[in-house]
Each structure stands twice: as C-alpha cells, then as structure tokens.
C-alpha cells in the first residue's frame, strides 16, 4: 500500500528524515549513493523529499511484514 504525500507531510519531520535516511544508507549499501559526510546528507534529505513531493520516490506501507520503505515509484511491482 502506498502511503499518499499528505500524510507524509502530517509525520514529524524527525521521523521523515529517519526514514529517508534509512533509504540513504540503502544506497550506500548498494552504490548508488556514496557519500555520507553532513552537509551531503542534508543535501541528499532536501532531494529525496523534493522526488517524494514529485512522485519520483514513494513510501510503500507493506501489510505483509508490517514494515515500510521509500522507493522508487518505477520500481513498483503492480
């Protein structure tokens, strides 16, 4: 289950960011994203919610293992 933008906007910011930084460092895992310093973990924050905004990324709630996760809206199996 996808969970809409607007809610997104309704969770405390330090929870968002939690949850995009656990995105974050799941790129890092698979290199995708390499750098970790701060300021280019703020700046990666900032563009992970812009493509949250945009559609690009969306968080999937999965009722299966009662977990959720950001990802890539093309990624989707549907």
Do not use: W
Request: aromatic share 6%.
């Amino acid at each position: 289950m996808l969970v809409p933008y607007d809610a997104l906007l309704q969770l405390p910011n330090e929870t968002l960011e939690r949850l995009i930084k656990e995105y974050l460092f799941s790129q890092v895992e698979d290199g995708s994203f390499s750098d970790t310093d701060d300021e280019t973990l703020k700046l990666a924050i900032n563009k992970c919610k812009q493509a949250l905004k945009q559609g690009v990324l969306v968080v999937e709630y999965s009722e299966d293992d009662e977990s959720i996760a950001i990802r890539q809206h093309d990624h989707l199996h549907n």
